[in-house]
């Protein structure tokens, strides 16, 4: 996570993942509710479950102490194994997000894959988004379909997306 802080509150917050798709969920939910908090609002803030909590508050605890950590598994997969590893098209879930006090919640990459749209109600928040399941995308094409067929069949989309009020691109607006 990396926020761009003024006067102790945070203006915007860059959120970007790499876990279960509760973590990535969570970021984005970080992504929309940190724009506008104090540190002390963001250490104190409550997202999805206790673990979820505990491993965002230790995020949020690493920009106070302005460092960064890493952790690897030793049980399980092999370190440096993904998702990949488990095959059906999975890739490792990934998140990339970011809010700003000026633009909102914006998500460019989800579990499910590359954000294509995001829709927003009449308050201008986020209530779905349209995506890519690259995974699937990409193994299709690996097996012979033509990459535009591949793109179309894989193209799917989250939450209430078909209600929204107005449809943008992340990376545009």
Same mark, same amino acid.
């Given at each position: 996570m990396r926020p761009s802080v003024k006067k102790g509150v945070i203006k915007e917050a860059l959120v970007e993942?790499?876990?279960?798709?509760?973590? =990535?969920?969570?970021?984005?939910?970080?992504?929309? @509710?940190?724009?506008g908090k104090t540190l002390l609002e963001a250490?104190?803030?409550?997202?999805?479950?206790d673990? @979820?909590? =505990?491993?965002?508050?230790?995020?949020?605890?690493? @920009? #106070?102490?302005?460092?960064?950590?890493?952790?690897?598994?030793?049980d399980g997969l092999p370190i440096g194994a993904g998702m990949e590893d488990l095959g059906k098209g999975h890739r490792s879930q990934i998140g990339t997000m970011y809010g700003t006090e000026a633009k909102g919640a914006r998500y460019l990459e989800m579990a499910e894959g590359y954000v294509l749209k995001i829709g927003l109600d009449k308050n201008n928040e986020i209530i779905g988004y349209q995506f890519v399941n690259l995974g699937k995308m990409m193994d299709a094409i690996k097996k012979g379909e033509d990459p535009k067929t591949a793109f179309e069949k894989n193209v799917s989309?989250?939450?209430?997306?078909?209600?929204? #009020?107005?449809v943008i691109d992340p990376r545009k607006e």
């Open positions: 993942t790499l876990g279960c798709s509760g973590m =990535t969920h969570s970021a984005a939910m970080a992504a929309e @509710i940190l724009p250490l104190n803030s409550d997202l999805v479950c673990a @979820i909590n =505990t491993a965002m508050r230790e995020l949020f605890l690493q @920009i #106070v102490y302005g460092r960064t950590q890493s952790a690897f598994s030793d989309k989250y939450g209430r997306f078909d209600e929204a #009020v107005k």
